[in-house]
Antibody
Framework: EVQLVESGGGLVQPGRSLRLSCAAS????????MHWVRQAPGKGLEWVSGISWNSGDIGYADSVKGRFIISRDNANNSLYLQMNSLRVEDTALYFCVKDARVAASLGAGWFDPWGQGTLVTVSS | QSVLTQPPSVSGPPGQTVTMSCSGS????????VSWYQQLPPAAPRLLMFRNNQRPSGVPDRFSGSKSGTSASLAITGLRPEDEAVYFCAAWSDSLDGSWVFGGGTKLTVL
């Protein structure tokens, strides 16, 4: 069974940094692209960032470009999101999501499955 | 403001058929596949449809998807109370560097 377990969320002041982690199991992690998708309280879904299976293709939403850095460690089946210069509008539940297609580029697959999310609250 | 446009809500009685739309542009839906996700808060979203009209195993055939031009639709026949949820559409956008875009979500109420 595929499992995606996020961690690292919490309360942080504007301008500070936070690093999210996602521990993956139940599949060949290094075969699949991975994504971070967030959901602000009571709002819809927003793609934050994605990384291909070999880290050769990386993408970011305009809203986080230059502030967030996605990375992965295939040896340890882990996905990360380094979030810098955090803003109040970054407050959201952050989901770790597996791409459904093997060795696909960032836009060629679909999202399946999703982790349960880790909550990031940016507030002074 | 979401890039893909979905109606905020739809409703219907048990047994009825409902359809919800997802409108985009040539750079997203017009060029790429659409996928659909069901979310029953507070749970995480789950995949409902991929490649416009393909159902993952475990999704009943009461759910169907379609795409025409720059719009997509999700239809649910034989509505059941457990279908009450929020439904999101998504597509890859070829604009600029490329990104995934979502609709704002449609809340389905089973009356």
């Amino acid at each position: 069974e595929v499992q995606l377990v996020e961690s690292g969320g919490g309360l942080v002041q504007p301008g500070r940094s936070l690093r999210l982690s996602c521990a993956a199991s139940g599949f060949s992690f290094d075969d699949f692209a991975m994504h971070w998708v967030r959901q602000a309280p009571g709002k819809g879904l927003e793609w934050v960032s994605g990384i291909s299976w070999n880290s050769g293709d990386i993408g970011y939403a305009d809203s986080v470009k230059g502030r967030f850095i996605i990375s992965r460690d295939n040896a340890n089946n882990s996905l990360y999101l380094q979030m810098n210069s955090l803003r109040v509008e970054d407050t959201a539940l952050y989901f770790c999501v597996k791409d459904a297609r093997v060795a696909a580029s960032l836009g060629a697959g679909w999202f399946d499955p999703w982790g349960q999310g880790t909550l990031v609250t940016v507030s002074s | 403001q979401s890039v893909l446009t979905q109606p905020p809500s739809v409703s219907g009685p048990p047994g009825q058929t409902v359809t919800m739309s997802c409108s985009g542009s040539r750079s997203n839906i017009g060029t790429n596949y659409v996928s659909w996700y069901q979310q029953l808060p507070p749970a995480a979203p789950r995949l409902l449809m991929f490649r416009n009209n393909q159902r993952p195993s475990g999704v009943p055939d009461r759910f169907s998807g379609s795409k025409s031009g720059t719009s997509a639709s999700l239809a649910i026949t034989g509505l059941r109370p457990e279908d009450e949820a929020v439904y999101f559409c998504a597509a890859w956008s070829d604009s600029l560097d490329g990104s995934w875009v979502f609709g704002g979500g449609t809340k389905l109420t089973v009356l």
